[in-house]
């Protein structure tokens, strides 16, 4: 007997269950798949530029980003993320794909009210806790310092 | 004249006089696609925002609407009509540009039977000759609204819906024709403590059942007084619910039962559980429904309209999703 009180838990059975394991597996296969990319970047730029390990870092994270941009542009990034779900949203790109789909979106609000406040809707929240982790990750480490 | 507890018995007559529907390019691809009466194969209707282009559709089916009906602009007595963005905009934005007097209202994907019961019963009670009602929804404004930017590679889950891209309305009148609006049942707001936004279906199958198990109550029905009974937008997670609720208040639906969110696409169109929005019950009643009564396949048909009555800055207070569901029972007349 399905009541009120016992709705949510009498009416799984229905609901569709999210396939984990196959998720994982798509997630993995595709977050590495754009990891290989970023990899292969970065010898790239080692290779044909001269640049150390470290100087490479960022003009592969810059190109990650334009990449994820123009794909988000031709209405590619939504399609990819509903297929590999983490393994394209945790990487670069997909906090690439977050700002660049906010601002796509919001463009018939104008530049400055709809675009440039509308960007970090959904990126904002990670700027956030990004900077407060680094933050907290920064204190313990100089604390730990002092003892060691 | 009020039947019972929640329903209104349109005893004077009310019937239809003409209907149109206008879908995007998604829904023109459908199964029910040669029953529409224009199509548009892109997002944007040939309009710079995705506002706009959700007002064109409403307009562009309201105008169709009255100009097949034969009637002058200046003899519809009134125009209802609703839409899911805030304030009503498409409704009210488009209801400007008309000399008729307008009424907006919201109830969610609820909203074409809502408007309707309102018109039919100003109708049935001699406060106006002719009536236009019309609803529409636009895949874009609502992912814009309720969920994330259209292009934002989340992962959606298989309980969520797809937006149906469409506008569909429809004008009642006094003057006899074939399909009589003959009764109309007034849900009440229902929260059975679901809170999931991507699965609205769960969250309206029990506003359904009341409404229909009212339904019957007061007309003293059962399913068989009908050839069909149709929900809007409960999608595939919500229909086996609602059959299973309904089986459990003695009133089987058995076969009589389908949903107009699953007639709307094929299954391979990615639509996840099916189509939702305003525009998912009218587009389906307006075209595909009404034709098949009007070449007397079918009779008695009571269109169910469910509407999630979610606010998406409640649902981040931890708050559940108040759900309603409005009934129009339709009927064949001899003529």
């Given amino acids: 007997m399905i009541t009120k009180d016992n709705y949510k838990k009498s009416i799984k059975p229905y609901q569709p269950k999210p396939p984990l394991i196959l998720n994982c597996v798509k997630a993995f296969v595709i977050g590495g798949l754009i990891c290989v990319i970023g990899q292969g970047l970065m010898i790239f730029y080692m290779e044909v530029f001269g640049f150390t390990q470290k100087q490479a870092g960022n003009p592969t994270v810059t190109t990650l980003i334009l990449i994820a941009a123009i794909l988000t542009g031709f209405g590619v990034y939504d399609k990819l993320g509903q297929f590999a779900g983490a393994g394209s949203a945790v990487p670069v790109t997909g906090f690439a794909n977050s700002i660049t789909s ?27 806790f990004g900077t407060v982790a680094a933050y907290v990750v920064g204190v313990v480490r100089y604390i730990v310092q002092q003892f060691l | 004249m009020k039947k019972g507890k929640y329903s209104w018995d349109f005893t004077n007559g009310v019937y239809i006089n003409s209907h149109s529907v206008i879908v995007g390019p998604k829904e023109s691809e459908g199964p029910l696609a040669s029953y529409y009466d224009m199509s548009f194969d892109d997002l944007h209707f040939e309009e710079k925002t995705w506002e706009q282009a959700e007002r064109k559709m409403l307009k562009k089916t309201i105008e169709e609407t009255i100009a097949k009906s034969g009637y002058r602009q200046d003899s519809i007595d009134i125009l209802i009509s609703g839409d899911l963005m805030n304030q009503n905009t498409a409704a009210n934005y488009v209801a400007r540009d ?20 309102i018109a039919a019963s100003l109708v049935d009670g001699h406060q106006v000759n002719r009536a236009v009602t019309g609803t529409c929804s636009h895949y874009a404004t609502a992912e814009k609204q309720f969920r994330y930017p259209t292009e934002y ?43 999931d936004p991507f699965d609205m279906g ?14 019957f109550k007061d007309f003293n029905r059962t399913a068989d007084d009908y050839d069909l009974i149709l929900t809007g937008d409960l999608s595939s997670v919500g229909t086996p619910i609602l059959d299973k609720l ?36 009218a ?14 396949r079918l009779n008695n048909v009571l269109i169910v309209a469910t509407g999630a009555l979610l606010s ?22 001899e003529q």
């Fill in chain 2, 246 to 281: 309904m089986v459990q208040s003695g009133y089987d639906l058995g076969d009589k039962y389908k949903d107009c969110g699953s007639m709307i696409y094929y299954a391979s169109q990615n639509v996840f559980a099916g189509g939702s929005g305003c525009a998912a019950s």
């Fill in chain 1, 102 to 128: 906010a601002a796509m979106e919001h463009r018939s609000e104008g530049i400055v009210l709809g675009v440039a406040s509308n960007m970090f809707k959904l990126a904002g929240s990670v700027i956030v």
């Fill in chain 2, 283 to 296: 587009v389906v009643t307006y075209s595909y429904i009404l034709k098949e009564m009007k070449e007397k």
């Fill in chain 2, 202 to 215: 769960s969250a309206m199958a029990p506003a359904a059942a009341e409404t229909i198990t009212s339904h």
């Fill in chain 2, 153 to 195: 590679g989340g992962q959606k889950p298989d309980t969520s819906t797809s937006t149906v891209t469409g506008a569909a309305s429809i004008l009642i009148q006094k003057s006899k024709d074939a399909i009589q609006v003959e009764g109309a049942t007034i849900g009440k707001v229902i929260d059975f403590g679901m809170n």
């Fill in chain 2, 98 to 117: 008309y000399d008729i007097p307008f009424l907006g209202v919201f109830g969610a994907c609820s909203t074409s039977m809502e408007a309707l019961a």
């Fill in chain 2, 312 to 333: 998406p800055t409640v649902i981040q207070q931890k708050e559940t999703i108040p759900c309603i569901a409005h009934a129009i029972s339709l009927k064949r007349v």
